[in-house]
């Protein structure tokens, strides 16, 4: 959510603004705005606009109306005050002098707000960040950073700022506390973003900003310092993807580029941690005898990253034996949860910057749990302050609706649980090695399951006008159903619920009345007879029913199921990561029948960095 870019260098600023903040739309946004030096005028120039981005880039002829060559520009997602013009970003004070951009919330903005008011200066939006930008002026004295650091001193939550001073032309002031920044090194420029993504076209060479520290970039380059005002050295890392990873190529939505590119994602992500019949994860290593001693194991996750949590805890308790509890990570710090030395705490995280699952990390790193990540994004804020990482390794991922990136986690983690087992010596060498021939298998038959998608724009033909549609399924296959129930819900807006079948008549089947629709999800062999009894129970008052099984059931059950999906017979370990593949084509083919903006759903943001 939210997303800044700030540019300084010879070129013209508003075209690059908006160019970058082009590459951010995918986060949500509901305003957009940038704010540069008017080098004419000696001061500076602001521009803002609720909706689109191209709104704004309507408004500005693509930037050519402003003529600068410093500003930052940013996408906002309302948190405090209603999508408006006024309430959009850039924020400046009173005077015009001082201009901020910010992602994060400023958890003690009214008190601050007060104290302001107290002292006669006027606030014109309903935004915490314009506290920011008034407060810098308030104890501005001709040195912006002295100015800066007073600010820092007393402002409590979370922010990744960018600052504009009309007295100081020629830089930009970054600054970073739980909510991610990132610096560009360019060869006469140099710039601040959010999101690689939006600088990609003109650098690859970033740094990462650490929590505390504050940057002032110049067209000459950038210095660094901590929160004691100390300069530091940034390491510089060089971004190796390729940039049309984020570009659609030729298809209509990120989203159907994703699920096509999630065999070639699994490949990347399995193929070199599997090597002459064993698991091999470089740069990553739990001590032997800490395996041993283990008690109990969290899974800390939010979204679809919680529901690969949930699919893990089945792995990995079968196959290790130890106790596992997922929990989510808006909950976790405040459930005082059971965490010592003896305890495994597995963060997962698309971004890697999700704020709610980094105060859980920080929660169980206070507590003496040792921290193993599963994100995507290399060099993130969790990956940094993580004891191990694994990395998924699935490219960029646009959409706001995550697809291969799920997949990806729920692939790791499972692999992680086997490579545990094998540890642990609760997996037998026989059973070790048909999982991981499995693992191998994987992609090609998520291939075969792509290659039949006509069938499933069928069934979402059929079903597309459902108001209320009902998920269920028992162990793997319930897990199963709570992505596939939350990727329908987020991007057509269809009211979408999972239940655990044995949960139907202890209440849910009270809703289910003539066309109500259920997919009744029932990969796992082990209990097809279990679901097929739920299968009658809803047909039996009048429901439709929508099965996803493997093949070899595939006649049995669509003797009562009204239509019948299918994916290849595999291991049970790797049953949900075939079986989502189906429930995310649904999700999209629906929300397309439905005329929905599959990219960039309502109300949703890619990353949430904010509470």
């Known amino acids: 959510m939210c997303g800044i870019v700030g540019y300084i260098g010879r070129e013209q600023a508003a075209p690059i603004l908006l160019e970058g903040l082009s590459r951010l739309e995918y986060r949500g946004y509901d305003s957009a705005g940038v704010a540069v030096f008017d080098a004419q005028a000696g001061a500076l120039a602001v521009r803002k606009a609720k909706g689109r981005l191209q709104v704004l880039s309507d408004q500005l002829h693509g930037g050519a109306d402003l003529d600068s060559t410093v500003g930052v520009g940013h996408t906002r997602w ?5 999508p408006s013009d006024i309430n959009s970003h850039p924020q400046v004070s009173r005077s015009g002098k001082i201009a901020v951009v910010h992602n994060g919330i400023i958890e003690n903005y009214a008190e601050l707000k007060g104290f302001l008011q107290s002292k006669g200066v006027p606030f014109v939006s309903e935004t915490d960040t314009e506290v920011v930008a008034q407060l810098i002026e308030y104890f501005y004295d001709g040195d912006l950073l002295a100015a800066v650091g007073r600010v820092l001193r007393r402002i409590q939550g979370a922010y990744a700022l960018g600052i504009l001073c009309a007295d100081c032309p020629d830089q930009i ?3 970073r506390k739980d909510s991610p920044l990132i610096l560009g090194y360019g060869e006469g420029c140099n710039f601040i973003t959010s999101d690689v993504t939006a600088i990609l076209r003109h650098t690859r060479s970033v740094g990462y900003m650490e929590d505390g520290e504050l940057a002032v970039l110049t067209r000459e380059g950038i210095r660094c310092c901590n929160h004691l005002m100390q300069p530091i050295e940034k390491e510089i890392v060089t971004v190796d993807w390729e940039m049309d990873a984020a570009e659609k190529g030729g298809y209509e939505h990120f989203m159907f580029k994703e699920i096509m590119e999630q065999p070639e994602a699994l490949r990347r992500c399995l193929s070199p941690r599997i090597r002459e019949g064993e698991i091999v ?3 990553f290593s739990l001590d032997q005898d800490y395996i041993k001693n283990m008690r109990r194991i969290y899974i800390v996750a939010c979204g679809s990253s919680y529901h690969v949590g949930m699919v893990g805890k089945y792995h990995l308790e079968r196959l290790t034996r130890i106790p596992v509890e997922v929990a989510l990570g808006s909950e976790f710090r405040y459930m005082d949860p059971i965490v010592d030395d003896h305890t495994l705490v597995i963060v997962i995280s698309q971004s890697g910057e999700t704020l709610d699952t980094m105060a859980a990390l920080r929660e169980a790193r206070r507590l003496g749990g040792h921290i193993l990540s599963i994100v995507n994004v290399v060099g993130s804020s969790i990956a940094r302050e993580s004891d191990q990482v ?22 790791l983690l499972s692999l992680l649980a086997l490579w545990l087992a094998k540890r642990l010596g609760t997996v037998p060498e026989e059973d070790f090695r048909s999982m991981l021939a499995a693992f191998q298998e994987l992609p090609d038959k998520m291939e075969e399951v792509l290659s039949r998608r006509e069938d499933i724009q069928y069934f979402a033909s059929r079903y597309f006008n459902h108001d209320s549609i009902f998920f269920m399924g028992r162990n793997i296959d319930y897990a199963l159903g709570l992505e596939g129930s939350l990727k329908l819900k987020e991007i057509s807006y269809i009211h979408s619920e999972a239940y655990a079948s044995g949960e139907l008549k202890h209440g849910t089947i009270s809703l289910i009345e003539d066309g109500t629709l259920v997919v009744a999800l029932s990969t796992y062999s082990g209990l097809f007879a279990k679901a097929m009894s739920n299968v009658v129970e809803v047909k039996a008052r009048g429901g439709s029913v929508l099965a996803l099984t493997v093949e070899p059931r595939k006649a049995e059950m669509a003797q009562t199921a009204d239509g019948v999906m299918t994916i290849p017979d595999i291991h049970n370990l790797l049953l949900p990561c075939l079986g989502v593949v189906p429930l995310q ?13 599959i990219d ?10 904010v509470e």
């Open 281 to 283: 994860f470089e740069d």
């Open 78 to 82: 309302a948190t405090h005050g209603a």
């Open 390 to 411: 694994l990395y998924t390794w699935a490219g960029p991922e646009i959409a706001v609706a995550t697809t291969k990136a799920y997949t990806t986690q729920l692939a």
């Open 585 to 597: 084509l649904f999700a999209y083919y629906v929300a397309l029948m439905r005329g929905c903006d």
């Open 173 to 175: 002031v970054a600054v």
């Open 600 to 609: 960039k759903p309502r109300n949703l943001a890619k990353s949430v960095t």
